[in-house]
Every structure is written in structure tokens, then in C-alpha cells.
């Protein structure tokens, strides 16, 4: 130990300030991604808002669909807006990175393979998405050209105090805001998530194998998106917008659209 003291008290070298790092994704290139939909209030009022009822199959399963590996942005990366839309919206999200190999994992022991957890922006384009989603198969070019992941992978030992549960139970009291241009646009709560990251972790898992490295995120906070506050709040996204989502306990995620 005394060694590491002495060498500690040499000269410090290759030491930047953070607006000369670039930041990359912290987990630039998962194995999978997996986007699900765990948050009841963006589930009820973005149906809502488009003349539907709740559905109830909904309260069955976590349910989840895959996204796009190969497009992801970190903090402070540019975000490229994606060409023939005109319905460019944030998803205010986040997300937990699995740090064990696990299959058919147990809710009650789920909590023991999150290495971490980041704040995720599923940009989505919704007129894409609308007629994508009329196909039955998914969100497909709504959803396939860009991810955000960051600022950092913040560990569960960090955020134990902000822990309400366990097991299965397992959530945190942690403030979600999302900006557009300075201006606050959603604030929640990710204590209010119908399903936990155990329950999404286990059946997730159910007869396939999780990776260490690959991605779950919860799916849009109650808010977080124009979708559900309608264009009446924002409009929708346009070239140089500035976008920053911020969690309590992990930080700030931005990006600009360009």
C-alpha cells in the first residue's frame, strides 16, 4: 500500500478537463438492445392521446422490442436528424447494462446481474413510426436511426440510497427531466416504473441467454416525450435543436440535432 501512496505522488500526466474529452457511449457496441415499456403513465395517455383505451394485455407483460446496435450516440455527440421526417421527438429513458451471462434468471436474483444503469434518449421520428406500426411489426424506421446512451454507467452500489425496493421490487427515487433548448418540457420519477428492471431482467431472459454488455431500457418516463404532452407544449424537434436529459445519480445526457 505504501508503494501505491509514493507512486500516487508523482507527477500526474495525461489528465484533461471534460470539455476536451470526447465522450463515446459507455457501452459503444452491445451484444443487443432491448427497449421495453414499463412506465403505465406514457402507456395510458400516449393511447389516449390517439382515441385508444389501455390495453389490457399490457398489464401481463413486460413486453419489449429490438432496437438499432449500430447507431448509438453518447454524450454531447452530435445526433443527425433523420432525412424525410417531419416528427422528430425525444424518449426520456433509462436503462441498465447486464454485467453477468444469465438464462431463465430468477426475478429475485435479477438485481444481481445490472452492472449499471445510463440515461438512454430513443429518438424516435413518428411519422415513420405511425406508418411502421400500422404493419404490425414493430416500430421499424421510427426507431432504427439513432440511440443515445450516457453520460456515464453509473453502479448500483452508488445509488443504494436512493433505493425504495428490493428483489423484485427493486426501483430508486430518482428525478427525470428532460430540456429542449434550455427549456424544461417533462419531469418524473423513475420510482414511478410499473415494471422493474427485475421483472423486464427475467423475462428478458426466459429460454435465451443475456450478454454481458447488452442493454435494457425501460421505455419512455410518464412525460418524457412530445408524443404524450402534444405539439402544443413543443413542437416537434427541428436541425440545431439542443436536447439534455438528466436523471438524478447518473448526470446529464445532451445532444444537438444537426
Not at 2 to 19: A, F, K
Not at 130 to 152: E, I, Q, R, V
Not at 178 to 190: M, T
Request: glycine residues 8%; proline residues 6%; charged residues 25%.
Amino acid at each position: 500500500m505504501s508503494n501505491i501512496v509514493r507512486q500516487s505522488q508523482g507527477p500526474i500526466e495525461d489528465v484533461y478537463t471534460l470539455n476536451e474529452v470526447v465522450f463515446l457511449p459507455p457501452i459503444p457496441d452491445p451484444p443487443t438492445m432491448r427497449d421495453f415499456y414499463a412506465f403505465e403513465q406514457h402507456v395510458a395517455t400516449a393511447r389516449r392521446n390517439r382515441g385508444l383505451d389501455m390495453i389490457p394485455e399490457w398489464y401481463e407483460i413486460p413486453t419489449f422490442y429490438f432496437t438499432n446496435t449500430s447507431e448509438i450516440y453518447g454524450h454531447d455527440n452530435p445526433v443527425p436528424y433523420p432525412v424525410g421526417s417531419q416528427a422528430l421527438d425525444i424518449e426520456l429513458e433509462i436503462a441498465c447494462v447486464i454485467g453477468r451471462e444469465g438464462k431463465d434468471i430468477p426475478v429475485e436474483k435479477a438485481a444481481d446481474y445490472i452492472a449499471g444503469y445510463t440515461i438512454m434518449n430513443d429518438w424516435s421520428a413518428r411519422d415513420f413510426q405511425m406508418k411502421d406500426m400500422k404493419l404490425n411489426l414493430g416500430p421499424g424506421k421510427g426507431k432504427d436511426f439513432a440511440t443515445s446512451l450516457g453520460p456515464y454507467l453509473v453502479t448500483p452500489d452508488e445509488l443504494a440510497s436512493r433505493c425504495t425496493g428490493s428483489g423484485a421490487s427493486e426501483r430508486y427515487d430518482m428525478t427525470m427531466l428532460a430540456r429542449i433548448n434550455g427549456k424544461e418540457i417533462s419531469r418524473g420519477n423513475f420510482n414511478s416504473i410499473h415494471y422493474s428492471f427485475p421483472q423486464m431482467i427475467a423475462y428478458a431472459s426466459r429460454n435465451v441467454r443475456l450478454r454481458v454488455g447488452d442493454v435494457i431500457g425501460s421505455g419512455t418516463v410518464g412525460t418524457g416525450c412530445i408524443l404524450e404532452l402534444g405539439t402544443n407544449v413543443h413542437r416537434w424537434l427541428q436541425r440545431e435543436d439542443e436536447v439534455e436529459l438528466e436523471i438524478d445519480g447518473i448526470g446529464v445526457l445532451r445532444n444537438r440535432i444537426m
